[in-house]
């Protein structure tokens, strides 16, 4: 993993109790930007199995790949496709080269962030076909994390919660419940 000196410092940092990471990616022209510490949390109870900073980065973004993928399956079988296109769905989901370059180059927030997005989405659809007060403090909490874990996830779980509001659906309440938990996450 190419960024991987980056991640375990990070990682290291924020075991250490360092909420706040400061970068100067070449991407915004070498000026100091946040990097949330979200994902960095997730990744430190790894380290309780006597890992060190290094594998439990690495270890942290393969096993969110997996998940990535078993998420996207379920996903698949919520939305009403059968257990073969689901199945595909998710294989065409590890396979993508795009998932491989961003394993390689050492991608882990977004790594992290990916399978988020995917629960996220999942979560969304279960609040949608029936919204009640447990399935909107589930969303919520879960936007507030998916917020924590990279800038770019925060984009587009933003974008996510006005598409699904300005899209609307059947029933007011799921209208409701989605502005009230994107309120709550907020």
């Not at 980056?6 to 990682?11: A, N, R, S």
């Not at 279960?126 to 007060?133: A, H, I, M, S």
């Not at 587009?156 to 059947?170: D, E, F, M, S, T």
Request: one cysteine or more; proline letters at 5%.
């Amino acid at each position: 993993m190419h960024d991987l000196p980056f991640h375990t410092k990070w990682l290291s940092d924020v075991a250490g109790g360092q909420i706040y990471i400061y970068s100067t990616p070449s991407e915004f022209q070498n000026r100091p930007v946040i990097n949330l510490s979200g994902g960095y949390i997730l990744l430190m109870p790894l380290q309780l199995l006597a890992l060190t900073p290094r594998l439990a980065v690495q270890t942290g973004v393969v096993l969110a790949d997996a998940l990535g993928g078993l998420l996207l399956l379920g996903l698949a079988r919520a939305i009403g496709l059968g257990g073969r296109p689901a199945l595909l769905a998710a294989v065409l989901y590890w396979m993508l080269p795009i998932t491989m370059t961003m394993l390689w180059w050492g991608f882990a927030t977004n790594a992290l962030a990916q399978p988020a997005g995917i629960g996220l989405a999942w979560l969304l659809l279960r609040l949608e076909q029936r919204p009640t007060g447990r399935r909107c403090a589930v969303f919520a909490v879960a936007c507030a994390c998916c917020m924590l874990l990279h800038l770019g996830a925060l984009a587009l779980l933003l974008v996510l919660l006005g598409a699904a509001l300005a899209l609307g659906w059947r029933a007011a309440a799921g209208r409701w419940a989605v502005l009230g938990a994107g309120a709550l996450a907020l």
